[in-house]
């Protein structure tokens, strides 16, 4: 036998060594876990006989909460191992499948004894708890694999620095229990994984990338120092990747105490959402939380104000060219955009100490019951120095107490009464049933005590509804203040067109209308009234995705809103497709971010190398490209005549699928473009409309607007429309760019008779054209 086919067998062994103490362990698991169901079972029947109930003293309706409370803990308790257990059943299953893709020896400097670790998800003991199977990729000691290749390695622990030598670094791809391929690898995780993992068709959710993590990724996995850690990767650079594998990261090391809910991710669409939805389950961790910023902003405006998706922003700029109102509304996007202008919000606030914020009255039946003119001269009867959150609390106090006295007065009015005779049967008898133990007490036992009990539960049930919405501060009259902004007030500095600016927001407020470029800004505002929500303290990690897209007002509001957080912003200034609203962006080297740790990926995985080498001609930034060696076919270029449109692009979706690839996007540039080759195309082929509101896809032929494309990636990427007439201007390349650099097999281009000046731009001999 070779020495190759002798490591195998030996591997194999191992393999099957490891799968067999899995198997043990799983069997005592399983009987654990039968057992821990029955229980819960039973304990979820016998429930009530379990627990004491009397309810005729306090003494006894207090026994009998504390009662019915140690119940419910006792079941949740047994319900959470349950589900610890059977998690944990399911971990060995994955790792019956593909116990670990790595190993490494290593001789440690004091030591002189060659250990030989192996890396998987998850850490495994053998069946005594003695020896490790496999260690956790997260593990400290398995960086090694990621970060050296054999030879001199240093790794860190808690207790110090740990070095040595590694002589072996293997990998292996296992499936079904069988070492299907075995690497011994130099200097990089070797081409051999990495190659297979890219050549594979594209899935419609992503796949983790443990196997493979490479050493310039793994910086971004494993970074703890930063507070602000900000990734420039080129398109496909595997951003996203890493910062999920850097969430899985995060959550082992801090396991104790890092939940899934102090972590939120910002991502760019609904679609993108669900693309990365399994990477976290996939290594045996809980989703956190996902959403994308207008999600969020949405959560917290309030006042029945509907607010522009940025989808929607960027269809009307690229649509709406030629309006009359077109301009204007650039300008002031692009103002609104910067932090000018949240000085400019801040300048606006600080004269609100003295006059000027818009209250609601407070009304009840028809009737005001304090009137906003009342409530203003309360807010500024205040000492000024108070900050004016603090100021709306007392306010808020005052109301409710107002509101009491009020509350009390009312009882004796005729319309309670008439509301008591309309009151059902069953409110009647609870009024006795109450009654009944009052009187145990105080003696009372008349008509007019039941009146009085009925006449205040009326009132009582009315006012709630009234100081509910009191607390939530419902009679400041954010919008109204916000406008008067635009209508009432005169700024010391402005930029250009000003005047204009401010009659088209003050219209769209009207409308109770919020733009997108107006949504941060609202909400800013809004906070300086009445403060921020504090239940955002309680998260520890933000990961901003697609981060090149955040205004720099927008970024300023995300650290106002998350001052203890620490956040990774990933992204590509090449893909900064929102680059008429706002040229600053968080990407841009020493822009506004103050202290921070810059990364940068610049070599691309996804797509292959004749795609790289055509895309990175048309990149707008500086950055250097580097393609991943995956050889396929040049990028096409087929001018076809319009009329044809439709022949020709079916003809390009069955010769791309002659090759075997199966998820096909035909991106455009706006949702308009999309909607017309979906009703062009939807008579000859199965395909799917992709729009904002859509949350997942499956595999097959798709057409979506290249926003919505974002972040994701298909087998090939077809674009109907790349003429000159389409993409022409500078504020296109972006846009033209993220859309070819979606592809990972297969790009073609349609045009007419003149190409975009974009694909100009690269050499001949980088594309076929036919
Ligand atoms: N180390 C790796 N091992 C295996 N696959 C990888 C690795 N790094 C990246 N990839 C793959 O490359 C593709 C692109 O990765 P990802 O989407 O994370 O890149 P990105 O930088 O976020 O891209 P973009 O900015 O263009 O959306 C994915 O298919 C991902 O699985």
Not at 44 to 66: C, G, M, Q, S
Not at 103 to 132: C, H, P, W
């Amino acid at each position: 036998m070779s020495n190759e086919a002798d490591n195998l067998s030996v591997e194999q062994q191992r393999v099957d060594h490891v799968i067999k103490e899995i198997s043990k362990k799983e069997e005592k698991l399983y009987s654990r876990a039968t057992g821990l169901k029955e229980n819960v079972i039973e304990l979820r029947k016998k429930f009530w006989e379990d627990v004491t109930i009397n309810l005729d003293e306090p003494d006894d309706v207090i026994e009998t909460e504390a009662s019915i409370k140690q119940q419910a803990e006792l079941l949740s308790e047994r319900e959470s191992v349950h589900g610890k257990v059977g998690e944990e059943l399911k971990t060995f299953e994955k790792l019956k499948n593909s116990p670990y893709f790595g190993r490494i020896d290593f001789v440690e400097d004091t030591a002189k004894e060659n250990d030989q670790l192996y890396i998987g998800i998850k850490s495994l003991m053998d069946y005594e708890e003695e020896n490790f199977l496999i260690y956790d990729w997260r593990a400290p000691i398995s960086s090694l694999y990621y970060d050296y290749s054999p030879g001199k390695a240093i790794y860190e622990t808690i207790e110090g620095k740990i070095t040595g030598e590694i002589t072996l670094k293997r990998q292996f791809i296992i499936r079904e229990g069988l070492i299907k391929g075995m690497f011994d690898t130099g200097v990089t995780i070797g081409d051999h994984l990495l190659q297979q993992a890219l050549g594979h068709n594209a899935s419609t959710t992503m796949k983790s990338i443990v196997a493979t993590i490479q050493k310039e990724q793994n910086k971004i996995i494993r970074n703890e120092r930063s507070d602000l850690l900000v990734v420039q990767g080129v398109a496909g650079s595997g951003k996203t990747s890493a910062a999920l594998q850097r969430i899985a990261y995060l959550m082992y090391r801090y396991r104790e105490e890092l939940h899934a809910d102090n972590v939120v991710l910002f991502s760019p669409n609904p679609l993108f959402t669900s693309y990365i939805s399994n990477v976290l389950p996939e290594l045996g961790e809980t989703n956190i939380r996902q959403e994308t910023f207008l999600d969020y902003l949405e959560k917290s405006v309030g006042d029945n104000l509907s607010v522009e998706s940025p989808f929607k922003q960027m269809e009307y700029v690229l649509t709406e060219n030629g309006s009359d109102t077109y301009a204007i509304r650039m300008k002031g996007m692009h103002y609104k955009s910067s932090l000018d202008f949240k000085d400019m919000i801040d300048e606006f606030s600080t004269q609100l100490i003295n006059d000027g914020i818009q209250f609601r009255n407070i009304t009840f039946r028809k009737n005001i019951l304090i009137s906003k003119e009342q409530i203003s001269d309360y807010f500024y009867s205040l000492e000024k120095e108070i900050a004016t959150p603090n100021k709306m609390e007392l306010v808020l106090k005052w109301i409710l107490k107002e509101i009491r006295t009020i509350q009390k007065e009312e009882k004796n009015k005729d319309w309670v009464m008439d509301q008591v005779e309309l009151l059902d049967k069953e409110a009647y008898l609870k009024a006795q049933y109450e009654l009944q133990r009052q009187d145990e007490k105080t003696g009372f036992d008349d008509a007019s005590v039941e009146e009085e009990y009925l006449r205040s539960q009326v009132v009582k049930k009315y006012f709630s509804s009234i100081k509910k919405r009191v607390k939530r501060f419902e009679f400041v009259h954010v919008l109204a203040t916000y406008r008067r902004f635009f209508t009432d007030w005169n700024p010391q500095t402005t930029p250009e067109y000003w005047k204009e600016i401010c009659d088209q927001t003050a219209s769209d407020l009207s409308r109770k209308y919020l733009t997108w470029e107006d949504a941060t800004p609202y909400l800013y505002f809004k906070g300086t009234l009445l403060g921020d929500d504090r239940a955002d303290r309680s998260v520890r990690h933000l990961i901003i995705d697609e981060a090149q897209d955040y205004s720099a007002f927008q970024f300023a509001y995300i650290q106002h809103l998350f001052p203890y957080t620490r956040m990774t912003l990933l992204g590509d200034v090449n893909q900064a497709i929102y680059t008429y609203a706002t040229e600053e962006n968080p990407l841009i080297p020493e822009t506004f971010l103050g202290n921070h740790e810059r990364i940068t990926l610049s070599k691309s995985y996804r797509s292959t190398k004749q795609i790289v080498e055509f895309t990175k001609y048309f990149a707008p930034g500086e950055e250097v490209i580097e393609p991943f060696n995956r050889e396929g076919s040049k990028p096409r270029i087929r001018r076809n005549n319009k009329e044809d449109l439709a022949a020709e692009l079916i003809d390009s979706i069955q010769s791309i699928r002659e090759k075997g690839l199966q998820t096909i996007a035909i991106i455009c540039k706006t949702l308009q473009e999309s909607e017309t080759i979906y009703n062009l195309l939807q008579d000859e082929v199965t395909i799917d409309l992709i729009n904002e509101e859509t949350y997942s896809y499956q595999q097959g032929l798709l057409v979506l607007p290249i926003y919505l494309a974002k972040g994701i990636e298909f087998d090939a990427v077809i674009i109907p429309d790349a003429s000159k007439q389409a993409y022409f201007m500078e504020s296109d390349r972006t846009l033209f760019y993220t859309a070819c650099t979606r592809a990972m097999h297969e790009l073609v281009m349609v045009s007419g008779k003149e190409p975009c000046t974009f694909i100009e731009e690269a050499p001949k001999d980088t594309y076929e054209m036919n």
